[in-house]
């Protein structure tokens, strides 16, 4: 049975920094990829970066290019999201989800859809 287990979660100023971590286990193989998602109350899920377990390949959405960077560590199945100068409208519910796909289609790898396994999300709130 797959599990994700999402942590570092919590409240940060304006301007600060925070990691989050996601720990992933069940697989039977080390072929998969981890995504992180985000949803603010009521607007839409939407995907903030994925990265292949495997090759340590990345892709990450265009507007938060150069404040967030997802990493992993393959010995501990477990992905992170560092997240740098940090806005109000960063303050979500922060997902992680996996499948068993590792080579990531630019295309659709920050759909939602694309993925079947979820975390419990880790609420990040950023204010003053």
């Known amino acids: 049975q797959v599990q994700v287990v999402e942590s570092g979660g919590g409240l940060v100023h304006p301007g600060g920094s925070l990691k989050l971590s996601c720990a992933v286990s069940g697989f039977t193989s080390d072929d998969y990829t981890i995504g992180w998602f985000r949803q603010a109350p009521g607007k839409e899920r939407e995907g903030v970066a994925v990265?292949?377990?495997?090759?340590?390949?990345?892709y990450s959405a265009d507007s938060l290019k150069g404040r967030f960077t997802i990493s992993r560590d393959k010995a501990k199945n477990t992905a992170y999201l560092q997240m740098n100068s940090l806005k109000p409208e960063d303050s979500a519910i922060y997902y992680c989800?996996?499948?068993?796909?590792?080579?990531?289609?630019?295309?659709?790898?920050?759909?939602?859809?694309?993925?079947?396994?979820w975390g419990q999300g880790t609420q990040v709130t950023v204010s003053s």
């Open positions: 989800a996996t499948n068993n796909w590792w080579k990531i289609d630019y295309g659709s790898a920050l759909m939602s859809s694309e993925y079947d396994y």
């Open positions: 990265i292949s377990m495997p090759d340590g390949a990345t």
